[in-house]
């Protein structure tokens, strides 16, 4: 069984500094992908950036960034000079590459960031 | 680019009623699944596809039924609404080989009174 664990149910941060959102996973899966979606006050789910588990570099998608740590089993988000915009429940999920896991997410709870001025 | 299409938007039922949310996508997907977010919670899985003709059951899957009779529909059916059934619906759907991103719709928010 898949489980996502996000330990802050609420960060906030001052505009344009960095913050870390901390996700911590466990699976059996020996092949994974970890993924990070946003979800604004509106509730569309938006996806940010994806980690697969084999992948040699940490992922980058513009401001977003994952901090891959596969023997901690930690794919933690890091925001860069954070807007306004950014304020948002951020949800980390995995699945796995069978064909039996990959079609299926397991969210975590969720953090809520709150980008101040 | 319509992506994942979900309807109705908005739906208020009454206890026992039936019905079936719509979710629709144009990207030749083979999976597809239905989701459900509760209130201070992730999306837990409700029923998920790999592929036409082919559905299982996720993590709660109890008064809901699925059929994917063409890559592009995945509806979802309430069989006898509960107010336990209020919720969020979120469809998604990807590729098959097990990487890139799920793609989900905009969500149904279904109250049962």
């Known amino acids: 069984a898949q489980k996502i664990t996000q330990t802050q149910p609420g960060m906030f941060v001052q505009e344009k500094e960095a913050v870390t959102l901390d996700c911590t996973y466990d699976t059996s899966d020996p092949s994974y992908g970890l993924f990070w979606y946003k979800q604004p006050s509106s509730g569309e789910m938006i996806f940010l950036i994806y980690q697969g588990s084999y992948d040699q570099q940490n992922a980058t998608e513009g401001r977003y960034s994952l901090n891959f740590q596969k023997a901690r089993k930690s794919a933690n988000l890091v925001i860069s000079a954070s807007q306004l915009g950014d304020s948002a429940m951020y949800f980390c999920?995995?699945?796995?590459?069978?064909?039996?896991?990959?079609?299926?997410?397991?969210f975590g709870t969720g953090t809520r960031l709150q980008v101040t001025l | 680019n319509a992506g994942v299409t979900q309807t109705p938007e908005f739906q208020v039922l009454k206890t026992g009623q039936s019905m079936t949310l719509q979710c629709a996508q144009d990207m030749n997907h083979e999976y597809m699944s239905w989701y459900r977010q509760d209130p201070g919670m992730g999306l837990r899985l409700i029923h998920y596809?790999?592929?036409?003709?082919?559905?299982d059951q996720g993590e709660v899957p109890n008064g809901y039924n699925v059929s994917r009779s063409t890559t592009e529909d995945f509806p979802l059916r309430l069989l006898s609404a509960a107010p336990s059934q209020t919720s969020v619906y979120f469809c998604?759907?990807?590729?098959?080989?097990?990487?890139?991103?799920?793609?989900f719709g905009d969500g149904t928010r279904l109250s049962i009174l």
């Open positions: 596809s790999v592929g036409a003709g082919i559905t």
């Open positions: 998604a759907s990807s590729h098959g080989d097990g990487s890139g991103a799920q793609h």
């Open positions: 999920a995995m699945r796995g590459k069978d064909t039996g896991t990959a079609s299926k997410l397991t």
